[in-house]
């Protein structure tokens, strides 16, 4: 197994390596840099000032040269400075995908305690009015904008009852930065990420159980005169929510990458938050080393799911292990 | 058969109808089954694919799966009506008193789960082992059926094992209880004939040694011929002739259990003759779907001596001879 | 799967099943005329299918009837009458910037429709052709495919999206189009290919390769047929996604750019808190309309799951627990 990791984790490089080139080709495709952004174009000589940095900066030298160099300089740990924010990158990155993994860890146990359950009851009581009433209710919890799911949430619990805090991922006042403050920061997007997860997670929950109940061995499980109980945990469950095992490693990934639409909403300084403030001001440095990041956590969420899939199910296989509800589009 | 009046059968199922109820189709894949399975006794059930079979053995058991439900019929083992039985009491006499083998034996075992804890499993359920003495003796159990060596093996897990050692788990599984009656359900197909032959040896070692009642289905008629003592054979749903193996071997009185006899002497005797096509029963009709068949001889279809009062009213169940029962308007 | 049926190479139902490959039920026996008329009922008497179809068939016909159900324009500001309250000339008045927001409603809908559509034709069509073209031709030409739908899968859309909008001054409809096609493809050629790699081993397939027909006629006649209704069921949740997708980048300014209309970026000019507690005419109808329409192509795919997937419904196979 560890063997089989090492091997993966050398895999990723080749896939770092093409994320990082098809960045670095949008970041230079497109017209203006963060010099357009941070400079105020009326300036006296603003284009001999301009020449001068570029040449410093080595801007004019070949595409491929400049990648070279940043690719060189990246894996030896120098991501550069932010234009904008005039710290090196780190000081930014490190923070944020903090922050975002927590977001990440926070959003999964409550979509995996309020889906999981729900799934197996509806499984349990599987064409009753109970399950057509919850599978009603998922697809239009479902189909809600993320957004509007947030904003009732934001003006129930945090503008009207002062319960959560509306934003940011730290507080004031005593206690502001501990473990306790952070969660209480995440709490709000966690929740409304994982109302509308939930719904994608009962949903799956429910067919896997009830896949995996409609199988031979279960008949033969009941065969051999055991009890429900028995029958429901050791031969339907083993088996049927190892898929959802997998599912759980490729959303840690991705929302473990941050999440655009979330933390804009909530103002949560994540990796997402990150990266709309860097894409305003251009500010290259800060673009790239987002996009490493967020893409090593999905490959590195990818890897977890495999190696989860193979821990939960002796057949290692490997096809078939998407959902048919795309989970963390928002 | 009938001598053994002052005993009491160990299985004795009447009138069982199993069916199938989707939207706009009902099939009738158990219609009115009437089986007696004695101490000691291996009755082979034989028929062609689709009539039925499984869903009989599955029905003893009530474990039809869901769009389709016993209907009607009763099945009395040990004095009890199985079909009657509250769920709890059937689920202590399933895997003690009755024994299943399924029929494909890689889906019928959990994949996730090593051999020797599904062995295992049932004996701590119905043995009130510990867990060390049921693993101990699921590997005895393994061993006896054939799974050597037994202590390793154990640890694998089904997809490890071949076709054939996975028949022989679900073997131990099903008679890890020594239960009375066993419903094997095509438990040797798939494999070659020296090995079909080790397992029947063992099959009827064991019978003899515990007196059990065995319901060997199959589709082959040389199994049959081998270890069974009466056979049944089933067309669409119903039972159309039930003798003793000797009695049937000589002279099949129902028309589908001639051509199913002459097809399979045409297999077994050379190579040359079976390239001709045998007396070949022509569409298949497998379960009845209901409609205007209903009414008379299932088998009137296929027929050779079609008479117009088989299509118009259905054959009597009749004792044709001693123990020798038909349902065939023509006998 | 009941029994093993007698085998015919030529006939799809029984080569594949026997062999233990199922492509989806209720394709199975697609050729056959009664399978056809079976399906169409199905179809036809699903509860989602028809919620499903009703509710953007509904929607569909507003957006397209927006010039017989109002007057106004939905790009011109009516600069002296910004932010007004609902009237009878503005229905549902109009936004800071002097938009009409009825207008904007009804117009904006089928920005939105014709992205989902003309985004899940795109990217399905990709994925197809990308799909079969790995799982027919295998080896490398599959390796490359499959590590191309890795990469796209592994540069997040939203971050893709986000970043060449941000780059890009001007986002068009037509660019936002492109761009969301070309990273919504890889779950449709990762289904595509999966199912050719099973259906290449069929019978009925090995059959007509023996018979002489060539790899176009093959795929033409023997595979696509296999392909629609898992393709079918997943271009819906493509869609539905798609939409979802560009409402939430509107919400955050990166979607379609105003003056054109989307439900999107009118939801995004109604996003402060004072606009969202005393004016919900701006923001509660473009809002209904992206929940209904994603609501609607869920339920669609949900039914249609159920048609070409009959196992998880209640007459089909099932379990019980
Ligand atoms: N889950 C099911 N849903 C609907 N019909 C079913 C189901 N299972 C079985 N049937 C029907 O019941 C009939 C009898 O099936 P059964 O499995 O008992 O056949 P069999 O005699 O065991 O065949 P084989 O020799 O191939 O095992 C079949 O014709 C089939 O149509
Ligand atoms: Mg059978």
């Not at chain 3, 192509?297 to 099932?318: D, K, N, S, Y």
């Given at each position: 197994?560890?063997?089989?990791?090492?091997?993966?984790?050398?895999?990723?490089?080749?896939?770092?390596?093409?994320?990082?080139?098809?960045?670095?080709?949008?970041?230079?495709?497109?017209?203006?840099?963060?010099?357009?952004?941070?400079?105020?174009?009326?300036?006296?000589?603003?284009?001999?000032?301009?020449?001068?940095?570029?040449?410093?900066?080595?801007?004019?030298?070949?595409?491929?040269?400049?990648?070279?160099?940043?690719?060189?300089?990246?894996?030896?740990?120098?991501?550069?400075?932010?234009?904008?924010?005039?710290?090196?990158?780190?000081?930014?990155?490190?923070?944020?995908?903090?922050?975002?993994?927590?977001?990440?860890?926070?959003?999964?146990?409550?979509?995996?305690?309020?889906?999981?359950?729900?799934?197996l009851w509806q499984a349990y009581r599987a064409h009753s009015w109970w399950d057509h009433v919850w599978g009603g209710v998922s697809v239009v919890v479902y189909a809600l904008p993320f957004y509007v799911v947030a904003l009732v949430l934001l003006d129930a619990l945090a503008f009207h009852s002062h319960w959560l805090p509306a934003q940011g991922a730290v507080g004031t006042g005593p206690g502001a930065g501990s473990l306790g403050d952070r969660l209480r920061h995440a709490?709000?997007?966690?929740?409304?990420?994982?109302?509308?997860?939930?719904?994608?997670?009962?949903?799956?929950?429910?067919?896997?159980?009830?896949?995996?109940?409609?199988?031979?061995?279960?008949?033969?499980?009941?065969?051999?005169?055991?009890?429900?109980?028995?029958?429901?945990?050791?031969?339907?469950?083993?088996?049927?929510?190892?898929?959802?095992?997998?599912?759980?490693?490729?959303?840690?990934?991705?929302?473990?990458?941050?999440?655009?639409?979330?933390?804009?909403?909530?103002?949560?300084?994540?990796?997402?938050?990150?990266?709309?403030?860097?894409?305003?001001?251009?500010?290259?440095?800060?673009?790239?080393?987002?996009?490493?990041?967020?893409?090593?956590?999905?490959?590195?969420?990818?890897?977890?799911?495999?190696?989860?899939?193979?821990?939960?199910?002796?057949?290692?296989?490997?096809?078939?292990?998407?959902?048919?509800?795309?989970?963390?589009?928002? | 058969?009938?001598?053994?009046?002052?005993?009491?059968?160990?299985?004795?199922?009447?009138?069982?109808?199993?069916?199938?109820?989707?939207?706009?189709?009902?099939?009738?894949?158990?219609?009115?089954?009437?089986?007696?399975?004695?101490?000691?006794?291996?009755?082979?059930?034989?028929?062609?694919?689709?009539?039925?079979?499984?869903?009989?053995?599955?029905?003893?058991?009530?474990?039809?799966?869901?769009?389709?439900?016993?209907?009607?019929?009763?099945?009395?083992?040990?004095?009890?009506?199985?079909?009657?039985?509250?769920?709890?009491?059937?689920?202590?006499?399933?895997?003690?008193?009755?024994?299943?083998?399924?029929?494909?034996?890689?889906?019928?075992?959990?994949?996730?789960?090593?051999?020797?804890?599904?062995?295992?499993?049932?004996?701590?359920?119905?043995?009130?082992?510990?867990?060390?003495?049921?693993?101990?003796?699921?590997?005895?159990?393994?061993?006896?059926?054939?799974?050597?060596?037994?202590?390793?093996?154990?640890?694998?897990?089904?997809?490890?094992?071949?076709?054939?050692?996975?028949?022989?788990?679900?073997?131990?599984?099903?008679?890890?209880?020594?239960?009375?009656?066993?419903?094997?359900?095509?438990?040797?197909?798939?494999?070659?004939?020296?090995?079909?032959?080790?397992?029947?040896?063992?099959?009827?070692?064991?019978?003899?040694?515990?007196?059990?009642?065995?319901?060997?289905?199959?589709?082959?008629?040389?199994?049959?011929?081998?270890?069974?003592?009466?056979?049944?054979?089933?067309?669409?749903?119903?039972?159309?002739?039930?003798?003793?193996?000797?009695?049937?071997?000589?002279?099949?009185?129902?028309?589908?259990?001639?051509?199913?006899?002459?097809?399979?002497?045409?297999?077994?005797?050379?190579?040359?003759?079976?390239?001709?096509?045998?007396?070949?029963?022509?569409?298949?009709?497998?379960?009845?779907?209901?409609?205007?068949?209903?009414?008379?001889?299932?088998?009137?279809?296929?027929?050779?001596?079609?008479?117009?009062?088989?299509?118009?009213?259905?054959?009597?169940?009749?004792?044709?001879?001693?123990?020798?029962?038909?349902?065939?308007?023509?006998? | 799967?009941?029994?093993?049926?007698?085998?015919?190479?030529?006939?799809?139902?029984?080569?594949?099943?026997?062999?233990?490959?199922?492509?989806?039920?209720?394709?199975?026996?697609?050729?056959?005329?009664?399978?056809?008329?079976?399906?169409?009922?199905?179809?036809?008497?699903?509860?989602?299918?028809?919620?499903?179809?009703?509710?953007?068939?509904?929607?569909?016909?507003?957006?397209?009837?927006?010039?017989?159900?109002?007057?106004?324009?939905?790009?011109?500001?009516?600069?002296?009458?910004?932010?007004?309250?609902?009237?009878?000339?503005?229905?549902?008045?109009?936004?800071?910037?002097?938009?009409?927001?009825?207008?904007?409603?009804?117009?904006?809908?089928?920005?939105?429709?014709?992205?989902?559509?003309?985004?899940?034709?795109?990217?399905?069509?990709?994925?197809?052709?990308?799909?079969?073209?790995?799982?027919?031709?295998?080896?490398?030409?599959?390796?490359?495919?499959?590590?191309?739908?890795?990469?796209?899968?592994?540069?997040?859309?939203?971050?893709?999206?986000?970043?060449?909008?941000?780059?890009?001054?001007?986002?068009?409809?037509?660019?936002?189009?492109?761009?969301?096609?070309?990273?919504?493809?890889?779950?449709?050629?990762?289904?595509?290919?999966?199912?050719?790699?099973?259906?290449?081993?069929?019978?009925?397939?090995?059959?007509?390769?023996?018979?002489?027909?060539?790899?176009?006629?093959?795929?033409?006649?023997?595979?696509?047929?296999?392909?629609?209704?898992?393709?079918?069921?997943?271009?819906?949740?493509?869609?539905?996604?798609?939409?979802?997708?560009?409402?939430?980048?509107?919400?955050?300014?990166?979607?379609?750019?105003?003056?054109?209309?989307?439900?999107?970026?009118?939801?995004?000019?109604?996003?402060?808190?004072?606009?969202?507690?005393?004016?919900?005419?701006?923001?509660?109808?473009?809002?209904?309309?992206?929940?209904?329409?994603?609501?609607?192509?869920?339920?669609?795919?949900?039914?249609?799951?159920?048609?070409?997937?009959?196992?998880?419904?209640?007459?089909?196979?099932?379990?019980?627990?």
């Open positions: 197994m560890v063997v089989y990791i090492v091997k993966r984790l050398f895999g990723m490089i080749p896939m770092l390596l093409a994320v990082t080139v098809v960045a670095f080709l949008l970041m230079h495709a497109a017209p203006g840099d963060a010099w357009d952004a941070l400079i105020n174009p009326s300036i006296k000589d603003v284009d001999q000032l301009r020449q001068v940095q570029a040449a410093a900066a080595g801007w004019n030298d070949p595409l491929w040269h400049q990648y070279v160099r940043w690719l060189g300089l990246f894996v030896q740990g120098q991501w550069g400075y932010s234009f904008a924010h005039h710290v090196p990158v780190w000081q930014l990155v490190g923070p944020a995908w903090l922050n975002s993994a927590l977001l990440a860890c926070c959003t999964e146990a409550l979509t995996l305690v309020i889906g999981v359950p729900l799934g709490l709000l997007p966690a929740i409304s990420l994982a109302l509308v997860n939930s719904a994608v997670y009962s949903r799956y929950v429910r067919d896997a159980v009830l896949a995996a109940s409609a199988r031979d061995y279960v008949r033969t499980a009941r065969a051999k005169g055991l009890r429900e109980r028995t029958v429901y945990v050791r031969h339907v469950l083993r088996t049927g929510l190892s898929p959802l095992i997998t599912q759980l490693g490729l959303d840690l990934g991705a929302l473990a990458g941050g999440l655009v639409v979330a933390e804009g909403l909530f103002s949560y300084p994540g990796l997402g938050l990150l990266l709309l403030d860097a894409v305003h001001s251009r500010d290259s440095n800060v673009i790239l080393a987002v996009t490493v990041v967020t893409s090593s956590a999905v490959l590195i969420g990818n890897l977890l799911a495999d190696v989860l899939y193979a821990w939960a199910d002796p057949r290692v296989r490997t096809a078939g292990r998407e959902s048919q509800w795309p989970v963390n589009a928002r | 058969m009938t001598a053994r009046a002052e005993e009491v059968p160990l299985l004795r199922v009447r009138g069982l109808a199993t069916w199938f109820v989707e939207v706009g189709r009902v099939t009738r894949a158990v219609n009115g089954v009437d089986l007696t399975v004695w101490p000691g006794q291996v009755v082979g059930l034989v028929g062609e694919s689709g009539s039925g079979k499984s869903v009989t053995a599955l029905s003893i058991l009530r474990l039809v799966p869901p769009p389709g439900r016993v209907v009607a019929g009763e099945v009395w083992l040990q004095g009890c009506d199985l079909l009657r039985l509250p769920e709890r009491a059937l689920r202590a006499i399933r895997g003690r008193d009755i024994g299943y083998i399924a029929q494909d034996p890689l889906a019928a075992l959990n994949p996730v789960l090593t051999v020797g804890a599904q062995v295992a499993e049932v004996l701590r359920r119905h043995l009130r082992a510990t867990r060390r003495q049921a693993w101990l003796r699921a590997l005895e159990l393994l061993e006896q059926a054939g799974l050597a060596p037994a202590s390793a093996l154990a640890r694998a897990y089904p997809h490890q094992l071949s076709g054939g050692q996975r028949q022989r788990v679900l073997w131990a599984l099903a008679l890890a209880c020594r239960p009375p009656l066993l419903l094997a359900d095509e438990p040797t197909t798939a494999l070659d004939a020296t090995l079909q032959a080790d397992l029947l040896a063992r099959l009827q070692d064991w019978q003899r040694q515990t007196g059990s009642g065995v319901l060997l289905i199959t589709h082959d008629l040389a199994v049959v011929a081998a270890v069974a003592d009466v056979v049944a054979v089933m067309y669409a749903g119903q039972l159309v002739e039930w003798a003793a193996v000797e009695q049937l071997g000589l002279a099949p009185l129902h028309p589908y259990s001639q051509q199913l006899w002459q097809a399979a002497a045409h297999l077994y005797g050379g190579v040359a003759q079976a390239a001709k096509p045998a007396v070949t029963a022509a569409g298949a009709v497998a379960a009845d779907e209901g409609g205007a068949a209903a009414d008379g001889c299932r088998f009137a279809p296929r027929c050779p001596y079609v008479l117009p009062r088989c299509v118009e009213q259905p054959p009597p169940w009749r004792e044709v001879q001693r123990g020798h029962w038909v349902r065939c308007a023509l006998v | 799967m009941a029994g093993q049926r007698p085998v015919n190479l030529f006939a799809p139902e029984t080569g594949a099943g026997a062999r233990g490959i199922n492509p989806p039920a209720g394709l199975s026996a697609r050729r056959s005329a009664r399978g056809e008329e079976a399906l169409r009922w199905r179809l036809l008497h699903n509860p989602w299918v028809l919620c499903g179809a009703g509710g953007l068939l509904l929607v569909a016909g507003l957006c397209v009837c927006a010039p017989l159900l109002t007057g106004q324009s939905p790009v011109h500001q009516y600069l002296e009458n910004t932010d007004a309250p609902p009237s009878p000339v503005h229905w549902l008045g109009t936004d800071n910037s002097g938009f009409d927001l009825w207008a904007r409603d009804l117009y904006g809908g089928r920005t939105d429709l014709l992205l989902g559509l003309a985004g899940t034709l795109l990217s399905t069509g990709l994925g197809l052709g990308m799909g079969s073209l790995a799982g027919w031709r295998g080896g490398w030409v599959d390796g490359g495919v499959m590590r191309l739908c890795d990469l796209v899968l592994t540069f997040p859309s939203l971050l893709l999206v986000v970043v060449l909008a941000g780059v890009i001054h001007h986002v068009t409809v037509l660019l936002l189009l492109l761009l969301l096609s070309a990273t919504a493809w890889p779950p449709a050629a990762r289904l595509v290919r999966g199912l050719l790699l099973q259906l290449r081993q069929a019978d009925f397939v090995i059959a007509a390769r023996l018979a002489g027909a060539g790899p176009w006629r093959i795929w033409w006649r023997h595979l696509l047929p296999h392909l629609v209704g898992p393709l079918l069921v997943n271009a819906t949740f493509t869609a539905a996604n798609l939409m979802a997708v560009e409402g939430g980048l509107a919400v955050i300014g990166f979607g379609v750019q105003p003056p054109q209309p989307s439900w999107g970026n009118v939801i995004h000019s109604a996003l402060d808190y004072f606009t969202l507690q005393t004016e919900p005419w701006v923001w509660v109808p473009p809002t209904i309309g992206l929940s209904w329409t994603v609501m609607s192509l869920t339920c669609l795919g949900e039914g249609l799951r159920q048609v070409f997937h009959p196992e998880f419904t209640r007459h089909g196979r099932r379990g019980r627990v």
